[in-house]
């Protein structure tokens, strides 16, 4: 496993050469953009999603990246976070594909507004059971592999909405909030088997996130995929005495009102 201090430069690279990498929620979006800059990088990867036809068509694109010298190998699962047996099964086919687990990025998440009193018992449910309870079972699943490896990172994409609650999003602000705290436990749990547990929490990114429209998704003010997929990759270049906990980032120019 080579989580450190490997070769510079993107394309080619062999920076993480060797490691196995599983992004939930990479068919599309800040999923896809971390799972593509891995894979660059040299790790083997992993993407997983519901829609069978959205990792078809991430793994469409992503041989372009793949084909590269020095890049890694993908593999992609159709499978519902909201799921324990499902994210049983994301695991064990990293490892049965790959050989093991050194980095998990819980990344999938979905996001549903409307006032509480507004709000269907299903949405709330989706957004909880995804958010936070999907990133337990991931967690889980991935434990006893990544000690087998002697260690590794779990990455679990937050937002800035679990720190900065507003009106209408009190399902999503509840489950960031609530993966910031689940984060920060595990994280203690861990350190000791050589695991460090990072939250990651961007503010607007510029995706079809809860169905926001490309004229919207696109705003130039907004964060992109590449924003965020750099973060996570310096993240995990850190020395192993280093665990930056908790990385913020925002829009430095947000919209105005
Ligand atoms: N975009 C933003 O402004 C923003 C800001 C802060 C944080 N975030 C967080 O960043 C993460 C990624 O967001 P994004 O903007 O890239 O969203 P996105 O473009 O909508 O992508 C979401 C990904 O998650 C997958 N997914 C959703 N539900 C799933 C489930 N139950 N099981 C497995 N995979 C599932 C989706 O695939 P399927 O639909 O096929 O399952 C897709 O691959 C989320 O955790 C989000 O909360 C986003």
């Given at each position: 496993?080579?989580?450190?201090?490997?070769?510079?430069?993107?394309?080619?690279?062999?920076?993480?050469?060797?490691?196995?990498?599983?992004?939930?929620?990479?068919?599309?979006?800040?999923?896809r953009e971390v799972a593509e800059s891995l894979l660059q990088y040299g790790a083997d990867v992993l993407i997983s999603g519901r829609s069978a036809e959205a990792l078809a068509e991430a793994a469409s694109v992503l041989p372009e990246v793949t084909g590269a010298?020095?890049?890694?190998?993908?593999?992609?699962?159709?499978?519902?976070?909201?799921?324990?047996?499902?994210?049983?099964?994301?695991?064990?086919?990293?490892?049965?594909?790959?050989?093991?687990?050194?980095?998990?990025?819980?990344?999938?998440?979905?996001?549903?507004?409307?006032?509480?009193?507004?709000?269907s018992v299903d949405d709330w449910a989706q957004v909880i059971e995804t958010n936070l309870s999907g990133v337990f079972y991931c967690c889980r699943a991935a434990i006893p592999v990544l000690r087998q490896r002697g260690g590794g990172w779990i990455v679990n994409i937050g937002s800035l909405a679990g720190s900065y609650p507003?009106?209408?999003?009190?399902?999503?602000?509840?489950?960031?909030?609530?993966?910031?705290a689940f984060s920060a436990a595990l994280m203690q749990e861990v350190r000791f088997d050589g695991i460090r547990v990072s939250v990651v929490a961007p503010g607007s990114v510029g995706t079809a996130f809860a169905g926001s429209d490309d004229r919207h998704a696109a705003a130039p003010w907004k964060l992109t995929v590449s924003d965020v997929a750099q973060v996570v990759v310096d993240l995990l270049r850190h020395e192993s005495r280093s665990l930056p906990s908790r990385v913020e980032i925002r829009p430095s120019q947000?919209?105005?009102?």
């Open positions: 496993m080579t989580l450190e201090g490997g070769k510079e430069a993107r394309g080619g690279s062999t920076r993480f050469a060797g490691s196995v990498a599983v992004v939930t929620g990479g068919s599309r979006g800040i999923g010298a020095g890049a890694g190998r993908l593999e992609t699962v159709a499978a519902d976070v909201r799921r324990p047996a499902d994210a049983e099964r994301v695991i064990k086919t990293a490892v049965d594909r790959f050989g093991g687990v050194d980095i998990l990025i819980n990344n999938a998440g979905v996001g549903h507004f409307e006032a509480v009193a507004e709000q507003f009106a209408n999003g009190a399902a999503y602000c509840a489950s960031k909030a609530g993966l910031d947000p919209r105005k009102g």
